[in-house]
């Protein structure tokens, strides 16, 4: 039961990270960048993102969504022929530096010499999940298996492969996979085949970046919330040790989503910190105006006693 309601809350949490998990950062041919300290075009969910309202915030809360350390700097222009291949997605406003504080917008005034390049700090795994819609999802259900963008192909693929694949991504292992293929399939390139792993380690695995491989035996696959242990210790009927085992995982998924509420209510703090120097600069604003004002009826004053001056020079006359 415990087990259940983790998938659920997983699931839940899977669902409302997709909109803002369709970002990837591409060179000049399109491949996907998941080094640091390399400048890429940014993209969503197939379109370019247009520099209007980007700012440090935006570029911050990006590079965390797409599994980067943080932001290195970004920059706007019209650089490589793919650009002009691509359609605009839209704008990226960010009041804060995580996705929390974002919001995508259409802008009818953005050019190709607006599309933003993003250098993000770390290293994140090439592989990624789509759905049937093309757009990155999470790994509670079998997805289609991306490598840089582009299909694996099933050959050689085994339980370790789909083990090696899934820690890479950063979960404890891989939860079920198949071959098959995708219903918009033959607009992905093949990028990775003979996929030969002798562990569940990505360091034991072999493979090949050049075949010809059908897209019919394209992988797709789900990977594990928890370890191993707790599913197989319910198949043997020891199920209390099972029942201890999920619940660590519980506490530690929840420990998870409590550094996630810590960085989240930082970054409130670092707005409201940010809205209190606003704050502060409105009321000299406003205390200059003030001053501006009297120094405007003193010289509208000095103006009066010297049109009277001159009357009164006038009369003497």
């Given amino acids: 039961m415990i087990h259940e309601i983790l998938l659920i809350i997983i699931a839940i949490s899977a669902t409302t990270s997709i909109t803002s998990m369709g ?16 400048e890429g075009l940014l993209v969503y969910n197939g379109g370019t993102v247009c520099n209007k ?3 440090n915030y935006s570029a911050e809360a990006i590079c965390k969504i797409m599994g980067f350390k943080g932001s ?44 933003t390049f993003l250098t993000c700090q770390g290293f994140r795994s090439p592989f990624s999940l789509v759905d049937n819609r093309g757009e990155l999802v999470s790994h509670v259900q079998e997805h289609l298996l991306l490598y840089n963008g582009g299909t694996v192909c099933g050959r050689e693929f085994s339980n ?21 293929r995708h219903r918009d399939g033959d607009s992905y390139r093949k990028a990775l085949d003979w996929v030969n792993c002798t562990t569940g380690d990505w360091k034991s695995c072999s493979f090949m970046t050049s075949h010809d491989c059908r897209h019919d035996n394209d992988v797709f696959i789900s990977c594990r919330v928890c370890s191993e242990t707790a599913d197989e210790e319910e198949k043997s009927g020891e ?9 660590i995982c519980v506490v530690l998924v929840y420990l998870l989503f409590s550094k996630n509420a810590q960085i989240v209510e930082k970054d409130i703090q670092i707005v409201e910190k940010d809205i209190q120097i606003a704050e502060k ?14 120094d405007i009826q003193i010289v509208e004053k000095d103006i009066q006693i010297a049109e009277k001056d001159a009357q009164i020079a006038e009369k003497d006359a």
């Fill in 23 to 38: 970002f990837q950062l591409i060179d000049s041919s399109g491949f996907y960048i998941n080094s640091g300290q390399l």
């Fill in 53 to 55: 309202h980007f700012s």
């Fill in 72 to 115: 290195l700097n970004f920059t706007s222009g019209e650089r490589w022929k793919i650009q002009s291949e691509m359609p605009i997605s839209g704008t990226i406003e960010c009041v804060g530096p995580s996705w929390t504080f974002c919001s995508l917008s259409k802008d009818e005034s953005c050019r190709i010499e607006h599309d």
């Fill in 160 to 180: 370790h492969s789909a083990d090696a694949v899934c820690k890479d991504m950063g979960y404890p292992g891989a939860g079920s996979w198949r071959k098959g």
């Fill in 239 to 247: 199920s209390l040790t099972a029942a201890i085992v999920t619940l």
């Fill in 281 to 294: 600069d409105i009321q000299i604003a406003e205390k200059d105006a003030q001053i501006f004002e009297k």
